[in-house]
């Protein structure tokens, strides 16, 4: 079993930046694919950035890219997802999943088998 743990949300003005962070125990994650989701209010929980194992390949939600860095330090177990030019559309709650089965860049929330609790990032003035 994995556990997932998120940190690092809160209170942000549009523009702002905030780096989240999801520290992983249990097992090593160093091969699963790493994945950063969000729910925002009324919403169903969409897909942001995903990184496979190595860190060699990530992939964006279109809206996200070029603001948002999907990063990890596999000695730290840890992955991170750098926040920049907030806008208040991106107020969320984030989860941290972990894909140990496909371990590919994936952006389905099925393919990715353990889930933090999230942690919620508002981004208003």
């Known amino acids: 079993q994995v556990q997932l743990v998120e940190s690092g949300g809160g209170l942000v003005q549009p523009g702002g930046s905030l780096r989240l962070s999801c520290a992983a125990s249990g097992r090593t994650i160093s091969t699963y694919t790493m994945g950063w989701f969000r729910q925002a209010p009324g919403k169903e929980r969409a897909f942001v950035a995903a990184?496979?194992?190595?860190?060699?390949?990530?992939f964006y939600a279109p809206s996200m890219k070029g603001r948002f860095t999907i990063a990890r330090d596999n000695a730290k177990n840890t992955v991170y997802l750098q926040m920049n030019s907030l806008k208040p559309e991106d107020t969320a709650v984030y989860y941290c999943a972990a894909d140990s089965r496909f371990l590919r860049i994936n952006i389905r929330e099925y393919e990715y088998d353990y889930w933090g609790q999230g942690t919620q990032v508002t981004v208003s003035s």
């Open positions: 990184i496979t194992g190595s860190g060699s390949s990530t």
